[in-house]
């Protein structure tokens, strides 16, 4: 999974653009976990319904030629996308109703699911999942202005002290 830059600043109303590329045909599941405590369903979701990807291709999801997108909006903070990639359909464990719902529930209905759940692997089509998660940071427009001021002031402040 590729994200413009893990880790990043990311500022209110910028477009978010995520790509994920996998080496093997794959069903494929996007979450964002938000600051506030809820998880986003960015893939799929009502504007994505094909969560299928195919080997070797890069599937781009938002940004600007995109027929949906994805804003940077509040709440803001620490957050997370996720992405979980399998060789079988992941529909019945991972699939929810709402698009947006409250993480805590969502991963414990999750956990409850694979409860007394033993994965036994087909020998003629072994299921195969990989999973990938980044961190990044979003911040409101005022405090983002706020603290380049500060940093033109911090830069101003030094070059008077030489």
Same mark, same amino acid.
């Given at each position: +999974? ?7 600043? =990311?500022?209110?109303?910028?477009? %978010?653009?995520?790509? &994920? !590329?996998?080496? *093997? ?7 964002? =976990? ?7 369903? %960015?893939?799929? /979701? %009502?504007?994505? /319904?094909?969560?299928? &990807? ?9 940004? !600007? ?18 992405? &979980? ?28 699911? +694979? !409860?007394?759940?033993?994965? &036994?692997? /087909? ?36 070059? *008077?002290?030489?």
């Amino acid at each position: +999974m590729d994200e413009q830059q893990a880790g990043e600043v =990311y500022t209110e109303g910028e477009e %978010l653009k995520i790509s &994920v !590329r996998s080496n *093997r045909n794959a069903f494929l599941k996007v979450d964002y =976990y938000q600051a506030d405590g809820t998880v986003v369903h %960015l893939v799929p /979701n %009502l504007f994505v /319904n094909d969560a299928f &990807v195919q080997a070797g291709k890069t599937y781009t999801f938002g940004g !600007r030629h995109a027929r949906s997108g994805f804003r940077i909006t509040g709440p803001f903070g620490a957050e997370t996308i996720k992405a &979980v990639a399998s060789t079988r359909p992941l529909d019945a464990l991972l699939a929810s109703e709402k698009p947006v719902e409250e993480r805590q529930g969502y991963l414990k209905n999750f956990h409850a699911q +694979m !409860r007394g759940v033993k994965v &036994v692997a /087909n020998p003629d089509q072994p299921a195969q999942w990989a999973e990938a998660a980044f961190g990044l940071t979003t911040v409101s427009k005022s405090s983002f202005e706020q603290t380049q001021f500060l940093a033109t002031l911090g830069v101003a402040d030094k070059k *008077r002290k030489h």
